[in-house]
């Protein structure tokens, strides 16, 4: 099995730029996703294939990756952007998801 | 529209059992892996298992092999998670996922149901 680590939380202004990371060996070799998640609610993937946005999520969230660490970032984040956002990564037949990091947006 | 609609969630005693249920619509079922994962009150995303379109594979987290077996039927579309000896543990909301965005993604993607909770205690 293998593990994500990402920062338990992220505070930023609105209009700022906020960045999650998520750190893993895994990550050096395998694609990573982002779920975002709001209180009550169903995941929502926002990134895949480490910066791939589905259709339908806005043009400010953006996915970079560098090694063994990848990145989201919200650019002009919005007070809706407010939520847990949680990495995911594959290897082998095994998935994990690194354990959240809840984005303050205020 | 697509739609996953979990069901068989409950209370039940520690060493009990339960089934999932999975009714997926919206999409051709028999053409994505689907996957099960859960989250325990206030804790992070826990993927479960996932299996193939055609149920050939199927692959587990640790916690849970031997314990939870995940099959479908592609004639109804659905999906299921079958639980024995259930622990205190096991508690959390369990979602089912479809893989994508693509048909030969195998990790869950844009759809997801909206949860079914599992409660294991005495």
């Known amino acids: 099995s293998y593990e994500l680590t990402q920062p338990s939380s992220v505070s930023v202004s609105p209009g700022q730029t906020a960045r999650i990371t998520c750190s893993g060996d895994v990550l050096a070799k395998k694609y990573a996703r982002w779920f975002q998640q709001k209180p009550g609610q169903a995941p929502v993937l926002v990134i895949y294939k480490d910066n791939e946005r589905p259709s339908g999520i806005p043009e400010r969230f953006s996915g970079s990756s560098s090694g063994t660490t990848v990145t989201l970032s919200i650019s002009g984040a919005q007070v809706e952007d407010e939520a847990d956002y949680y990495c995911?990564?594959?290897?082998?037949?095994?998935?994990?998801f690194g354990g959240g990091t809840k984005l303050t947006v205020l | 529209e697509v739609q996953l609609v979990e069901s068989g969630g409950g209370l039940v005693q520690p060493g009990g059992s339960l089934r999932l249920s999975c009714a997926a619509s919206?999409?051709?079922?028999?053409?994505?892996?689907m996957s099960w994962v859960r989250q325990a009150p206030g804790k992070g995303l826990e993927w479960v298992a996932n299996?193939?379109?055609?149920?050939?594979?199927?692959y587990y987290v640790d916690s849970v092999k031997g314990r939870f077996t995940i099959s479908r039927d592609n004639g109804k579309n659905s999906l299921f998670l079958h639980m024995n000896s259930l622990r205190v543990e096991d508690t959390a909301v369990y979602y089912c996922a479809r893989a994508g965005p693509s048909a030969g993604d195998k990790s869950p993607g844009t759809y997801w149901g909206q949860g079914t909770l599992v409660t294991v205690s005495s």
């Open positions: 299996i193939k379109q055609d149920g050939s594979e199927e």
């Open positions: 995911y990564s594959a290897a082998d037949n095994n998935r994990v």
């Open positions: 919206g999409f051709t079922f028999s053409s994505y892996w």
